[in-house]
């Protein structure tokens, strides 16, 4: 899933763990953004969150990560692929933040017209991953 993140927002992730960097939803955001444009409309920007307390902080990062989780189901991820808030932010659970991300890439895959890649897998039989109308 890392390199599908990295290839899709054109940026290497560093040498932090993938979890560690997206804790803040911000990236989750843009990574979403870029298969449907204009999912989530306003997210909350490092620049913005540096500025303040950690309290506030928090519930912006909070309120990216939940943005994140409902666009998804939006765009038709399953609900036993989606994941809580705390999973990502409090590392509650690991595993769903990556089930999500494998579900959203293989939604991208198949199911969002226009969405041209990078893709995930191989195309299976009877799918198709022209434009639906």
């Known amino acids: 899933m890392r390199v599908w993140i990295e290839c899709m927002l054109g940026i290497s992730l560093g040498a932090e763990d993938s979890l560690s960097a997206l804790r803040s939803g911000e990236l989750l955001c843009d990574l979403i953004n870029l298969i449907k444009p204009g999912i989530v409309p306003k997210i909350a920007r490092k620049e913005l969150l540096?500025?303040?307390?950690?309290?506030?902080r928090h519930m912006r990062m909070r309120e990216n990560i939940g943005q994140y989780v409902d666009a998804c189901a939006e765009l038709g991820v399953p609900g036993r692929e989606l994941f809580l808030t705390a999973d990502l932010f409090e590392r509650k659970n690991p595993k769903a933040v990556y089930k999500s991300l494998d579900g959203l890439a293989r939604l991208a895959h198949h199911d969002v017209p226009g969405f041209k890649g990078p893709h995930v897998g191989k195309v299976m039989a009877g799918k198709s991953t022209k434009s639906k109308k």
């Open 50 to 56: 540096d500025a303040m307390p950690e309290n506030r």
